[in-house]
């Protein structure tokens, strides 16, 4: 029989699909997303029709924000919350639109438009977000298992940065719409596999 250090074996083989959690008010009408944002009408039944189509998986995890669970109970999945998927921390901004924000305060609306990996004022940067989901992926590169965790557009691009080492403001221009899925595989480094669906 051959054991964990036979040469034979083959490597550990990770795979990891982020899910976009489905639409909720605040995506479709420009808001800064707060933690108890439920999906919206549009976003239920895009969830409720949204068929997997990255193979089965072993493991499913999810964010605790709402919109991340009721998209998980959508797809009649059984996923265990996991705190290190969560959003992107937005401060004082969170759950308020755009347009509340620039009447408050228009120069620091302007500042985040012009950089948004720096994150609102008293929130968290996306440099801080890619520094504590970094460990989170190390963990899953070692496991030899199809994961499919269910998250945010922040920390999905947070992801991508820190598993294929590219640049923060790189992952800005990755259009993360909801349900899109991002699929990424483990033997001895991270490779992107696709990104479909949104």
């Not at 976009?20 to 995506?27: L, W, Y």
Request: some cysteine.
């Amino acid at each position: 029989m051959r054991g964990v250090n036979d040469p034979w074996r083959s490597p550990l083989a990770a795979r990891l699909t982020l899910l976009c959690h489905a639409a909720t008010a605040a995506m479709r009408e420009g808001a800064f997303p707060a933690p108890e944002d439920p999906l919206d009408d549009g976003g239920v039944r895009k969830a409720n029709d949204y068929r997997l189509s990255e193979g089965k998986a072993d493991l499913f995890m999810v964010s605790p924000a709402l919109a991340a669970r009721q998209t998980a109970d959508a797809l009649g999945l059984e996923a265990s919350i996991d705190r290190s998927l969560r959003d992107v921390d937005q401060g004082g901004w969170a759950g308020h639109s755009f347009e509340t924000i620039h009447q408050r305060d228009a120069a620091a609306l302007s500042a985040w438009l012009a950089d948004p990996a720096k994150g609102a004022p008293d929130g968290e940067s996306l440099i801080d977000a890619r520094d504590r989901i970094s460990p989170w992926l190390d963990a899953q590169a070692r496991r030899d298992l199809h994961l499919l965790a269910i998250t945010h557009p922040m920390v999905i691009r947070a992801i991508l940065s820190a598993a294929l080492d590219i640049s923060l403001p790189a992952t800005m221009r990755i259009d993360v719409a909801p349900l899109t899925a991002v699929r990424l595989s483990f033997n001895g480094g991270w490779r992107l596999q696709a990104i479909t669906g949104g």
